[in-house]
């Protein structure tokens, strides 16, 4: 038995269970059926209007939707009734960010990590603006950290190579982005076709040295890194943070939660910027 079957099943015995009504929504979010997942976690927001957790979940579905006003609602009423959960401020930034409010975006980015400091997204997204905003160096020191947080740090290390690049540090700039490729072929968010890029620009810089054959290992690097993916490759995934799994029964009484405290990580799902 599937997942939604296991949901549909327990809501059968108990129609009034908020908690599954969530849990199936975000999964239903999770799978790209966005109005169904707004009808559960619609429901469950009616069973038990102070579930934070549902009225987060509930705006990552409305931003998938394109609902950019209500997903900010949402979040804004989750983080009114638990100001310590730290997602919503996760996925205010992300909202932030999409409208030009980088400044904006910075500070809930950083609230979202004094709250739950062990979120490698919320280190990436926040390196991610502080490089937009050029502040390159502090952007290195967010990568750096989420290259200690993740045992796959595929965008860390894509996107300290990127703001290594800006920096004119283009040796580490390639080292980094190769690193990202081997930890993570597939190549979901695109980094296979900056390092060419910046191979060729490379390889131009070494011929206007007369390092003919230095150029001519770049040029082949960059020809190699251009190819068509392998017909055998698998499809790569969505670019969004790893997803967690289906929450868990929110504290009683909607007991803020806290990560110093030990509580579980529920509901930490939310895009990363690109």
Request: glycine content about 8%; charged content about 25%.
């Amino acid at each position: 038995m599937g997942a939604l079957a296991e949901y549909q099943k327990s809501i059968g015995l108990n129609p009034n269970d908020s908690i599954t009504y969530n849990s199936r929504g975000f999964l239903k979010n999770s799978q790209g059926d966005y109005v169904g997942a707004l009808a559960d976690l619609d429901k469950a927001i009616t069973l038990d209007p102070l579930y934070a957790f549902a009225y987060n979940s509930r705006g990552n579905t409305k931003s998938n939707l394109g609902d950019l006003d209500g997903a900010m609602a949402d979040y804004n009423h989750a983080i009114m009734l638990d100001p310590l959960y730290a997602m919503p401020f996760y996925n205010r930034g992300g909202l932030k960010y999409r409208q030009g409010d980088y400044a904006g975006a910075l500070v809930e980015y950083e609230r979202s990590i004094i709250l739950d400091p062990q979120f490698e997204p919320a280190f990436i997204n926040r390196g991610i603006v502080k490089r937009r905003l050029g502040n390159y160096s502090e952007a290195i020191l967010d990568f750096d950290h989420a290259i200690t947080l993740s045992s796959k740090p595929y965008l860390a290390y894509g996107n300290r190579g990127m703001t290594k690049n800006f920096m004119g540090d283009i040796d580490g700039a390639i080292a980094d982005m190769e690193k990202a490729l081997v930890i993570d072929p597939n190549d979901p968010n695109g980094f296979r076709s900056r390092v060419a890029a910046i191979y060729r620009a490379r390889s131009d810089a070494r011929l206007q040295e007369n390092d003919k054959a230095g150029s001519a290992l770049d040029l082949q690097r960059a020809d190699e890194l251009e190819r068509p993916a392998p017909a055998t490759a698998p499809e790569p995934p969505p670019i969004i943070a790893p997803q967690r799994a289906p929450q868990a029964p929110r504290p009683a009484n909607n007991q803020a939660y806290s990560p110093a405290a030990g509580g579980s990580s529920t509901g930490r799902v939310g895009r990363l910027l690109t």
